[in-house]
């Protein structure tokens, strides 16, 4: 008997594809017996145009916006009892068969009886010659995966036709086992449809095969029925639900509660996995997945119906299963796919070959040179710099939200103090020790980043040598180094990197993640340059939008580590603190605006006035030597504009401008005090800033000079090196205001006995140049830099405690009536220091002050040390400590380590690379060819 073929094509919004699909239902050599067109939901003319095509049935399933779900409406409403031999031919509105397509899909099942399910070969919509689907399979731990995908038809599939499953465009299935075994499943409306209903027709006993000789036109796979796009998120969630619910219908009974209970531990390991692999887009999917798996209701009903059908056992599927072999064979036939068919790559500097490592390693030599009275010293002081805690426990205990020794209160403490755990942990055994190892390398490693920065936008050997040598030798980073500007030291070596691969963000995840975690140790280091990073990532988002969620994550970080400093800030009404520079405030005065442009953070034309004095000559040529010297270099980076090119050069003076700007107006605000003198905000990460945009408008006009560039590179470098030798000769010289250190805070007796017994403090007084007293109270060995705090350098409103410790300070200054004894016992404080006079103005204050502590009967003098005069208040008491909650004691300092912790930890998961790197893209490998070509003809 003949079989009878009902087509059912299934529209939704498909307008577009609908006339030529029709078509080719009515040119079919073997045309089906009865065309019953449903249209499910559709906004557009789907239904028009399907009532203009005349088929035997239209069916408006309204609210059936599924392709199963419409199917199943019209059927319903077609004809209650199917004929015995009857077929439907299921078609969707982007199907277009080929005019044979029926008849060899009858011809497959018609010698064959045992087959129920016949699925053609789906080939692209816009270019047939290219398979997009032919047959289905699952892998051994149950994911689907479609066996050709996006391959150029040579016949190479068109042996093997029985398959697990097929696609659900053009498939043909016997009418009675699609009613037997209930259709689609209502809970796989796109994904696996189809796959699922071939499996359960396998375990009835079934065939399932593959016809070669049917093609099918498809324009796109289920998920895209009835939807223009699907974002590669929204795919994985689907797929992703797709095989939890159907590992849990096939699972065995006793094993569906373990398959339950672990969906959600198996989305937290997936989604670090999703992170490695640098698909992050997949997390929220992956979550949502298991909670739609977790709240499914139609696993009962879909295990059920499998059990009423399932004739035979899953091993009755699992040859057609794919191994473990043939899936590893599959994702090494895709990568080479994916990979270009020819190698063209741009010539770039080579840093062995083209001067790279001659330059690292000659200022490498600059700086042991610079740097050598500190080669076996433990520690660093001096300027803005103090020696690390002890510790990295310590170094890590000011991290977050806790007490600070210097705010006396509970706070948020500085983004810095993280970047200094990060560091200090480095070299655990004395973490003061890492910025020892950090000026000495300091020069090389800044040499090292600029270099390789230039090297990836330039060809030419000799741009990225000039670029390097004057971004190490910039006076901003020099001075910065000699008054121990640590912050600016840090932004300066890692500008480059965070250029670099922001530059890179919007290809690559691990890139972004990367210059996330640069972005967050740079607004950490100085946070007077964020405004000028956020202004050049938006106008970067703005140039790049299609990769804007690859750079939106690089402030995230960041932001978590201001947050709650921010917080605290605004709560306080001190919004301009966010900007404090952290470390040491040290008292200056601000350069002018003349002095910014030529680069100097400091009074004076970058040190050489004080370098002419020192030599015997007038000084008053010192600026004029200056811009001398500069000229060469500033001309260069002018010239990027007038040369070939200039939208390149253009981003790199804006940069520069910016930069500029931000120096100047840092110079003029001033956020917090030492003392009574209020602290101007250090200009030098703006200044590198500006530096950098210099530098690269000279990479821009070397490239462009080509063989006329050797003479002005080498003027311009000759005026760089005059430039550095003022700088460079202060801190070779040791003028320099940081120097050498033992790496104690407080005098060796008060470490000792503070080791002995924790929460001791320690009261230290320092007489300033107006003749008035600074108080600051430590605990323990001392309060480093690590536990400085812009909170307090920039509060102007004294704390109650604060308040008490400075009427302690005044009263044991002087003779009074005053109970010291019982104060210094209730703020448990052993030891007064007396720090040394700055200048001769301070001079008798001080002395006023050492003979009212001499003459107190209870303090008992120690004597003179390093650190200044001690006095020792041995009645201390064992009363509780003055000292409060560390950062894990309360629910918020908990709350912020754990919230830094989570987005640091997905960031460094995202950053760590997993893929093989590519020599080149497909891009440029296709415009190199055209290139070719070009020249060719």
């Not at 030529?598 to 020192?614: D, R």
Request: include cysteine; charge should be neutral; aromatic fraction near 6%.
């Amino acid at each position: 008997m003949q079989p009878r073929v009902t087509a059912v094509i299934v529209a939704r919004n498909g307008a577009k594809y609908l006339p030529r699909t029709l078509a080719a239902i009515a040119v079919q050599t073997r045309r089906p017996d009865s065309v019953i067109a449903v249209d499910a939901d559709s906004s557009d003319d789907s239904l028009a145009i399907m009532v203009a095509s005349a088929p035997a049935q239209v069916d408006d399933a309204r609210g059936h916006r599924t392709f199963g779900g419409a199917i199943a409406h019209a059927l319903q409403a077609a004809a209650p009892q199917p004929a015995e031999n009857e077929w439907l031919w299921l078609l969707t509105h982007d199907s277009a068969p080929d005019p044979d397509a029926l008849r060899g899909l009858l011809g497959a099942v018609e010698i064959a009886p045992s087959v129920a399910v016949a699925g053609p070969k789906l080939v692209r919509w816009d270019n047939p010659a290219v398979i997009s689907s032919f047959g289905e399979s699952l892998t051994p731990l149950g994911r689907s995966l479609g066996l050709v995908d996006n391959e150029l038809d040579q016949a190479q599939h068109d042996v093997q036709t029985d398959k697990l499953g097929v696609a659900e465009a053009g498939m043909l299935v016997r009418r009675q086992v699609w009613s037997a075994l209930g259709g689609f499943d209502p809970k796989l409306t796109t994904v696996d449809a189809a796959l699922d209903l071939c499996v359960r027709a396998r375990l009835a006993g079934h065939r399932v095969v593959a016809v070669a000789d049917a093609r099918v036109a498809s324009a796109g796979g289920p998920e895209l029925f009835g939807r223009r796009s699907v974002s590669a998120g929204a795919h994985n969630r689907i797929k992703r639900f797709a095989q939890l619910h159907r590992r849990l219908v096939y699972a065995p009974g006793f094993a569906v509660p373990l398959h339950w209970l672990t969906l959600l531990p198996l989305a937290i390991i997936r989604s670090l996995g999703h992170l490695v692999a640098k698909r992050p887009t997949a997390v929220v999917g992956e979550f949502a997945a298991a909670f739609a798996a977790i709240f499914d209701d139609g696993v009962v009903a879909a295990r059920r119906n499998l059990r009423r059908n399932k004739r035979v056992g899953f091993g009755a599927v699992n040859p057609l299963r794919v191994t473990w072999a043939e899936l590893r064979e599959l994702r090494a036939h895709e990568r080479s796919g994916d990979a270009p068919d020819a190698v063209f790559d741009v010539a770039r500097p080579r840093f062995f070959g083209d001067g790279g490592a001659w330059v690292v390693l000659l200022t490498a030599v600059v700086g042991v040179i610079s740097f050598s009275r500190f080669v076996d010293v433990p520690a660093l002081t001096g300027g803005a710099l103090l020696p690390l805690s002890s510790s990295v426990s310590e170094l890590w205990a000011h991290v977050g939200y806790g007490w600070n020794d210097l705010a006396q209160q509970v706070t948020a403490a500085d983004p810095f103090a993280a970047v200094l755990a990060v560091m200090g942990s480095l070299t655990f055994w004395n973490p003061s020790f890492s910025v020892v190892v950090l000026y000495l390398v300091a020069l090389p490693l800044a040499a090292l980043a600029a270099w390789l920065c230039a090297a990836s936008i330039s060809e030419r050997a000799w741009a990225p040598m000039l670029a390097s040598v004057a971004w190490t030798l910039a006076p901003s980073f020099l001075i910065s180094l000699g008054e121990g500007q640590l912050g600016a030291v840090l932004v300066h070596i890692l500008l480059p990197w965070l250029v670099l691969t922001v530059l890179r963000a919007p290809q690559s995840w691990a890139m972004s993640a990367i210059a996330a975690l640069l972005f967050a140790a740079i607004a950490a280091s100085a946070p007077t340059i964020i405004p000028a990073m956020l202004i050049g990532l938006i106008a970067w988002i703005i140039a790049r939008p299609t990769s804007s969620h690859r750079l939106l994550w690089i402030v995230i970080p960041a932001a978590a580590l201001f947050a709650p400093l921010v917080v605290q800030q605004v709560t306080s009404g001190t919004v301009w603190g966010l900007f404090a520079d952290p470390g040491v405030p040290v008292a200056r005065v601000a350069s002018g605006g003349w002095q910014l442009a030529v680069g100097s953070v400091a009074p004076g034309p970058n040190g050489w006035s004080a370098l002419l004095a020192t030599l015997g000559l007038n000084d008053q040529y010192a600026p004029l030597l200056v811009a001398l010297v500069l000229a060469p270099f500033a001309a260069l980076a002018l010239m990027s504009l007038f040369v070939p090119g200039t939208r390149r050069a253009i981003p790199s003076l804006a940069l520069a401008l910016l930069g500029f700007v931000t120096a100047v107006g840092v110079t003029q605000v001033s956020v917090s005090s030492a003392g009574e003198s209020s602290v101007v905000l250090w200009a030098g990460a703006a200044l590198s800033l500006y530096w950098l945009g210099l530098c690269g408008a000279v990479v821009v006009s070397i490239e462009h000079l080509e063989r006329h560039a050797v003479l002005p590179a080498v003027v311009a470098l000759a005026g760089v090196l005059v430039l550095a030798a003022a700088p460079l000769w202060s801190l070779a010289s040791g003028a320099s205001a940081v120097s050498a250190s033992n790496g104690r805070l407080l005098p060796a007796f008060v470490s000792a006995e503070s080791s002995q017994r924790d929460g001791l403090g320690t009261l230290q007084l320092t007489v300033t140049s107006q003749g008035t007293i600074a108080v600051h109270v430590h605990r323990g060995r001392g309060s480093g830099l690590d536990e400085q705090s812009t909170i307090a350098a920039t509060n102007t409103d004294l704390s109650a405690a604060e308040k008490r410790t400075a009427t302690l300070a005044g009263n044991i200054a002087s003779r009074s009536g005053f109970d010291v004894a019982s104060e210094l016992d209730d703020l448990q404080i052993a030891f007064i220091v007396l720090t040394p006079e700055s200048d001769q103005d301070a001079a008798e204050t001080r002395q006023r002050i050492s003979e009212a502590l001499d003459g107190n009967s209870s303090l008992n003098p120690i004597g003179d040390t390093a650190q200044g005069a001690l006095w020792h208040y041995p009645d201390v008491g064992e009363a509780t400590s003055a000292v409060g909650p560390s950062n894990v004691d309360t629910q918020l300092g908990q709350v912020t380590l754990v919230g830094q912790a989570v987005v640091f930890g997905l960031t460094l998961l995202l950053a760590i690379p997993t893929t093989r790197r590519r020599r080149v893209r497909a891009a440029r490998a296709e415009s190199a060819v055209m290139v070719i070509e070009a020249s060719d003809e």
